[in-house]
């Protein structure tokens, strides 16, 4: 079945600093993937997508490139505000039947002035 | 971008009430899905919908119920209410748009059983 592993969180950066959350996943079909960030007390948004491989998502200063071969979507940030505190889901969509979402389990990213 | 809205977004009740979770859509899209968030953050599908009279269970087994009697409209009903209940309550809606399948959320509805 499929499934998506998320790097375990929290995650603590000062201002500025640079932001890597991994995402590695496992699909039987060809799926599309997906980071979706919720900010406290809201619901999903979706943050950028890519629904091939070697395509890059990007979105608000944040990157995501499908890698196939190593089967990842890892999100990057080159200088993280305050703002961008958080939590964030990979997740990826397969091209079976159901065309359901599955999520990884989310990282808390909290960003210090 | 989808817009999508639950209400209410905050509600305590007191155990063995009815309630109703509202969620509409205006994008016309087909699918619709209702999540359940756990305080750890982990998301787990409950219900979800492939067009009007179609109903499917998710993953996670819930004593809800649904209904999609309406494109716009995907109620969730819980019968009896309990404190097993409280939960993060999510909906959220897709076009059928094969492999580019995007699901779009709702603000979600904050449950807490008395």
């Known amino acids: 079945g499929n499934s998506v592993t998320q790097m375990e969180g929290p995650v603590t950066l000062s201002e500025e600093a640079f932001l890597t959350i991994n995402c590695t996943y496992t699909?039987?079909?060809?799926?599309?993937l997906f980071w979706y960030v919720q900010y406290p007390g809201e619901g999903l948004q979706l943050l950028l997508k890519?629904?091939?491989?070697?395509d890059k998502g990007s979105n608000k200063g944040f990157e995501a490139t499908y890698r196939k071969e190593t089967t990842s979507f890892h999100l990057e940030k080159g200088s993280v505000q305050v703002s961008d505190s958080a939590v964030y889901f990979c997740?990826?969509?397969?091209?079976?039947?159901?065309?359901?979402?599955?999520f990884g389990s989310g990282t808390q990213l909290t960003v210090l002035p | 971008e989808a817009d999508i809205y639950q209400t209410p977004r905050y509600l305590v009740i007191g155990t063995g009430k009815k309630i109703t979770l509202e969620c509409s859509q205006t994008?016309?899209?087909?699918?619709m899905y209702w999540y359940q968030q756990d305080p750890g953050m982990e998301l787990h599908l409950i219900h979800y919908?492939?067009?009007?009279?179609?109903?499917e269970k998710g993953d996670l087994s819930s004593e809800s119920t649904v209904s999609r009697i309406r494109t716009e409209h995907f109620p969730l009903t819980l019968e009896s209410a309990r404190p097993s209940h409280t939960s993060q309550y999510l909906c959220?809606?897709?076009?059928?748009?094969?492999?580019?399948?995007?699901?779009?959320f709702g603000p979600g509805t904050r449950l807490t059983v008395l």
């Open positions: 959220a809606s897709s076009e059928y748009a094969g492999s580019r399948d995007t699901q779009y």
């Open positions: 699909a039987t079909g060809y799926p599309s």
């Open positions: 890519a629904t091939k491989a070697d």
């Open positions: 997740a990826l969509s397969d091209s079976g039947s159901a065309r359901q979402l599955t």
């Open positions: 994008m016309g899209h087909d699918k």
């Open positions: 919908s492939y067009g009007v009279n179609s109903t």
